[in-house]
């Protein structure tokens, strides 16, 4: 096989560490596993500015990832400040939507009353009218006067008898 002279992608440091290097450390500084207990003895040191390098790197990892865990719970605050706005808003709306609704079935059902009075109306002034009780009284009183009209006396007192009638009504 050929090789086309190109070269792997190779992964990024994100230690800011030359790669080299350090790899070539990192061996070294790894020792076999201690076969006794006094493990003080197989200690390798490693330099000190990797681990100071690595220790910054970390620091700034951790300080850009409490910034964005703030940055984070700032927004859902606000979003959740804003969701509550809204469900406010939309429960207000509701509530006048339902009285909405209560005002106009009651106006329904007064159209509905007044639309059957007028056809029980325009129905009863197709039957014969129904005289009232007092309209007969009036009418009897009338031609009843009309035949005692030779004695005035009689007149008075049923005009009389009739307005205590009345007053007791």
């Known amino acids: 096989m050929k090789s086309s002279g190109r070269k792997a992608l190779q992964p990024r440091n994100i230690f800011n560490v030359p790669a080299a290097d350090t790899q070539l450390q990192l061996k070294r500084a ?3 596993p201690p076969l ?10 490693v330099p000190l500015p990797v681990v100071e390098s690595m ?16 940055r984070l719970r700032e927004d859902r605050e606000r979003t959740e400040k804003l969701l509550e706005e809204r469900d406010g808003a939309l429960d207000l709306k509701m509530s006048q939507l339902l009285q909405r609704g209560e005002i106009q079935k009651s106006l329904e059902i007064q159209v509905d009353r007044l ?7 325009s129905y009863s002034s197709k039957i014969l009218p129904v005289r009232s009780l007092r309209a007969k009284e009036q009418e009897k009183r009338k031609s009843f006067s009309f035949e005692r009209a030779d004695e005035p006396e009689a007149d008075s007192r049923e005009i009389a008898s009739d307005l205590s009638k009345e007053a007791n009504y």
């Open 30 to 32: 790894k020792a076999p």
């Open 36 to 45: 006794h207990d006094d493990a003080k003895d197989n200690l390798v040191p």
């Open 55 to 70: 220790d910054a790197s970390l620091a700034e990892e951790l300080n850009a990832f409490k910034k964005k865990l703030e």
């Open 115 to 121: 639309f059957r009075l007028k056809e029980l109306h």
